[in-house]
């Protein structure tokens, strides 16, 4: 009945050591050296191999719709996906339509993610703002188990919120000890250069990384931080893509500020010459942030090594060329944005993180799942490999070797953006709750196996009003 | 006829030395030594003195109505004050409220400004943005001689603006060579910090500091830049008064961008010890921005003197403290926003600046005079030592002294926020377009002898879209 | 024969978990839950207490030659002071005398050192350098475990040298993978600042700091910084103290350059103040760096928080103000350099660091024990609680409260630069090496006790040479 | 006898207007509209030309002996290139050896100069420090009409000092008012990555600018700043080329400081892809500090845009590719360091800066003329169209063109390093001391009739130490 994952070298995001990992309905019941296992249990012969905790993706978007069509994964295939690359645990977005019912669209939400594979969570996306909405805030943090509330700089026409909505939401946020975090474009100087481009007849693939240059997620995050400076609020910058960005987030963190900053794969190792030389194939990159020049990935390597950035999640979000992304074929204005990712972060963060010396292999672990955790209030149940914690595990080979290919990823998508990347270091079995779903290349998968998981922030830490 | 002024010590931006400077029919005819008068000219001995080109003020606001009162120096009372501290310019602004026709608005400030005893102009403030507030620019620059625009990032639900009106400004000025000025703070963030401290009680004179801290300023005055940059717009950020805007401002120069700054006495001499230990006598010093702590003072200092910022003005707007500033006892949002300045400038900058080291008498000419011309479209006609300008001149006697009073200064307001400060270096002559209206302490000027400036900027450079 | 400390809330570097420690020969052998002693164990009940590993200070200098006397404490002195405020490990510096055989020098050492309480280790000080000490390098590292190298860029004529001489280190130390630390003040600019001072009859306690201010600390980091990029080589930057300094380090780890920075409580509680006010008082604050204006304080908490910096050490090393200090009543270059903080250094953190939420409870264990024992190539015998791991364990009572004084301190020495701070959280029990050395008050150490640690490096990673 | 100059567009670094410049023994004498020639005047037709002050080059080489060789115009060469292209005054460098007598060296030099076409001055290269030296700084100063003084961070073997040298140096001159300027680089550092890269057999010409490269230049540019700081002594750095330098000279301006920065026509033109594309030719680039990679040279033309750089000077030192380059065909180390310059620097800085909108005419004439005057203590003799000064006025036709080319050059060496680059603009007209030297092309210099200036700097004003 339990799961022994004998001899492997334990990674947390602090230490490095030979033991057993013993696991019993769903929890870790033991650690030690010279385990022999119960009958009927499964063992795992971990000798050479790493063992991590489960992964954890803060930053998903299964079936979601947007412009007219939805995202290509789903809530079962996307996790499984996750779970075939390691990651384990998803927090993914409500995110209401403009003066939608918040409830209701939780609601639908919770009804798309019953199909999960492994556990979810959600963030809140306020997306609208009256003042009542202060009580949604509460309750999402006292009921809900949402402790957590994105918003939007960007998209002003549809899901963003300007700064006074921002204010009030640090405002009430604050009160209740939960987490803001932001998308950070400045989306009226988006909407402008945009409609500009394209009175210049500039529409293809390219003009769109040119309507959101890095000047305008560099302000945003600047901007963001300042409010909730003076609100005191800690801050979490998602998909943080460049130079501009990283600044302003190490300068916050340099005075105090509670400033969290994420990034993902496709900003590390990805620039913006795929735009301009692939003809429709770049379609697949458009995404917002957009990829940037070359320069900015080597900062945000550094940035993610020294401490400036504290998550790497995916912004998983794919469409398929066919039938969703060739909608902009003649104006990118029309292109879905974003790409699939939750399957390769973990061995794409190994391979070319740990291995080119980049980041080490705590690093790894606490980027990639403690981290989050700790952030967003799934600690120590996720992103631990502590006695008492869920039984999410990943044993990594690091001598196994494979090429990322849309023929044979487990994301629903006609496109990989990864297409062609070597890997070295993948996980050979991943166990999600007790159970093994993934061994040597086969994912087990149970439709709905997945549990939703209610957040709490008990410890967040208020930075004070008078840090002028 | 003409006036000789003989043997001073001639000082422009660039250039000192000794010479005659001879004027009539309100220009400059002849530079040279060892001229003579004409008979019926009037003979100015000038040894020893010095000679500057009269002041420009390029940030004053004469008879202002605003917060249910109007600013306490009319057109004729500001100049007056100006002409006896030196200062022979003014541009003030027209401000129509929101949803007020531009051209009533400009013509009901020609009617106010007719009284002015010397030269003056105008910047349209554009206070709300319709689709067709486009062809009010083009207006303004073609037919009114009023190439610049002022907007105000906080007062929003007055006189600013939102991001949306100020990027269509920007592009709108670009296309016909327009500046744009800015009043930067983040509105939204002070109205949150004003109600905020309201509502914790705090309603004494120095919780007005409180509400606009540095970050504010720092914040909008960085975002106006990226804005500026991505239309390729110059950009003259009005009253930088911290060491936050400084940055933005050094940093978007030292990028190449065109990007000017001004600040006023009143923020390199006054910190914000004042609204604390003073009772109601630190309603005079409520102005926005407000005084800053101490250390900001000195930074602004440097960045005269390295050529950061560009212009010192006063954003002249006296209120009593009997019958205006009293509104506020009890709240200090309700306190009018200002104070007296315009006679002062000039004799504060060259005691406080130029005899302490901070700046050398090329740069008080420079940034009191020469610079506004360049930047606001009046050179050479105005701010020039040069054969054919207008007959604007100074001659300041640098041995003369004098202390600063509400009873004795020539701004018609019951109090001056630098009551008590010692001057060492006071204008003897003050030649307006020609004619001596200041000489030896006694005004002479004659009320509606200024005259409107139609300016114009043809050779203004613009900036490329394309510094991303 | 064991000890059991049962039921304390186990903090580490990473995690926060109730449990059980169980300590036979020496060695952490189980951690768990609900275990019970064998007969002849000591069970310690830490219910409502922390468990920490051990402290760690990197930067002592005990029984240490200066100026003509020698610090007060020596090893067993010292290395008692410690056990008594949580710290089991000690990081001394062999400080050779110019031209001085580097083995005799560090033989005496060894003597020195043999009368320690609790386990230690060297650092090797190059005080100076010929072509020949390139071997003395390799055989530190790689036959007397000490693969760390300090050196002064201050103190010229003494123990300082050149860059000639640090770019060699460094590059003999990177070729056996060994660290470079340094004391980064300008030495020249201090000797020229010290002797202006002096001739101007500026003696007093106060003008040690004019001396040495930020600016030439700033500058030295910069340049180590610059030499050790250029090289390839990591740096540890020692007794970081000023804003100045921080900019540097953060700017390198930015980069992506490896920059290790240390911190000293006095420099994170204490301003220059106490040098002007406290008349021969202040000869007890007479170190180098010395302490700075207030403001730099508040900056170095935020960099302990930002991760900008990695350790907090003591730069242990006291001299008593009768008979030592007092050499320099009539000339501040005569006073001996450094104070007394070991005992102090963990409780001074929880008190004014963790209470006051400058950090938290894990970056606590992690900047007085973990990362020193990572950084310095003591990780995971020291500073760990995972099973293998040497037995130093803290059981800490944050319940106890205390006042600093010179009167009951362990330190031998006559005053306390943090006489009357009050502390609340202290040691109940500290177990070395699985003995019980002090509990409840009371040290019960040996003379001798103490091991010498040999360290190694092997997982140094290198930087490129090419990040210019 | 006299020269008229009619009708020309005057432009100073402050004033553009059109007028009449008449000369008369050797000096500017009237400044007017409308003049007519006496008999004997030369008049020269200015209308549709611009009036330019003679152009001041503060750092060239004159037949200087390096490596064993002799830089290749002398000072009759040098100056007449100079004169062709509108360059009327240079400053040139005495450059003792090591322990050579200062006084020696400069009689030697004054050999060399008497043959100059135009006007000379010298700067003094303090090489070699004892304690008397102070008594050769303040002789310069007052007897020699030196008051500026040139260091070396580099080259320690031969004519560097070190920083000990360099802070008594900048006391010294700092006692009588005179300034230091200073090549940065961190030479040991240079001497260091030299060794090692040809040890590692990297001794192509490409090698050269590796074993300097920008972190060497920002670092030591740093430390100058720091050291002028604590010593209150003003700065001129030299040969400005490179982002990290740039920044190390805008932040101490920023801060209020007194620091100036030069840089050069090739620093803003090129870039280091020469080095590695061109074989042999490479080596007619190699000086130091060398061309820098792409990116450097925009920043380079942003800080004189902004006001960080103050002068454009040559670093004039041309060697030939035969007889001279080529001593190094085999190891970038014996390559001869430097390039011609005088003669295109203005039209190239009209070019690429006026043309390409990097700077506008007021600052082509402060950057090339008046500004180094102030600075160096010629003004308002040189780089002023005033009356009393100096009659070096250069008539430049903005619609001329030519290509440069070594084949047509002035500079006496086999190589432009801008070969084949277009110019628009140029000079039709030289005047030198009130004779035309130079006309439609052709020279017309004499032999000797350059004179040597006496400098002096009454009113430097010092910094105050205080400025921690």
């Not at 009921?143 to 026409?157: L, R, V, W």
């Not at 693939?205 to 600047?222: D, F, L």
């Not at 190792?269 to 990935?297: C, I, K, N």
């Not at 090429?403 to 996980?427: C, M, N, W």
């Amino acid at each position: 009945m339990g799961v022994l994952i004998k001899n492997g070298t334990i990674v947390t995001a602090l230490d490095r050591y030979v033991g057993d990992v013993y696991v019993r309905e769903g929890k870790i019941v033991a650690l030690s050296r010279g385990l022999a296992p119960s009958s009927g249990d499964t063992t795992i012969d971990a000798s050479g191999q790493y063992v991590f905790p489960g992964g954890i993706d803060p930053h998903v978007h299964m079936e979601l719709p947007q412009m007219g069509t939805v995202s290509a994964d789903d809530f079962e295939t996307g996790t499984a996906a996750g779970v075939a690359g390691g990651t384990t645990t998803i927090i993914d977005f409500v995110i209401p339509e403009r003066n939608q019912d918040y409830l209701e669209a939780l609601a639908a939400w919770h009804r798309r993610a019953a199909k999960a594979v492994s556990d979810y969570a959600f963030h809140m996306a306020i997306t609208w703002w009256r003042e009542d909405t202060t009580k949604v805030v509460r309750h999402c943090v006292h009921h809900e188990g949402i402790p957590s509330f994105k918003t939007y700089m960007a998209y002003k026409d549809t899901i963003g919120i300007d700064d006074t909505a921002l204010i009030q939401l640090m405002r009430a946020a604050n009160s209740v000890g939960a987490l803001v975090t932001v998308h950070a474009e400045h989306g009226d100087m988006v909407g402008d250069l945009r409609n500009t481009l394209v009175a210049e007849g500039k529409t293809a693939i390219k003009y769109h990384a040119h309507s959101r240059p890095p000047a305008v997620e560099g302000e945003a995050t600047a901007r963001a931080i300042m409010l909730a400076r003076l609100t005191g609020e800690p801050l979490y910058v998602v998909h943080v893509s460049c130079i501009e960005a990283l600044e302003a987030v190490a300068a916050a963190r340099a005075r105090g500020q509670q400033v969290y900053g994420e990034t993902c794969p496709q900003y590390l190792l990805l620039d913006d010459s795929v735009y301009d030389t692939r003809g429709f194939e770049g379609a697949a990159y458009v995404m917002s942030p957009p990829l940037r020049p070359p320069g900015h990935q080597e900062a945000l390597w550094a940035a993610l090594k020294a401490g400036i950035l504290q998550t790497v999640a995916t912004d998983h979000c794919p469409f398929n060329q066919v039938g969703q992304k060739d909608r902009g074929k003649d104006d990118f204005r029309l292109i879905p944005n974003g790409a699939a990712g939750i399957e390769h972060r973990l061995p794409l963060m190994y391979s070319y993180g740990v291995l080119q010396g980049h980041i080490d292999l705590n690093q790894l672990v606490d980027l990639t799942s403690t981290r989050a955790a700790k952030i967003f209030g799934l600690y120590p149940r996720k992103g631990s490999i502590t006695v008492g914690a869920d039984a999410d595990l990943v044993v990594f080979d690091p001598e196994a070797t494979a090429t990322i290919s849309a023929q044979t990823h487990h994301h629903r998508v006609d496109r990989s953006i990864f297409e062609g990347y070597q890997l070295k270091g993948l996980p050979s079995h991943v166990v999600v709750n007790g159970r093994v779903q993934y061994a040597n290349g086969k994912l087990d998968t149970q439709r709905g196996a997945g549990r939703y998981l209610e957040r709490s922030l008990p410890g967040q830490r208020r930075t004070h009003r008078g840090c002028w």
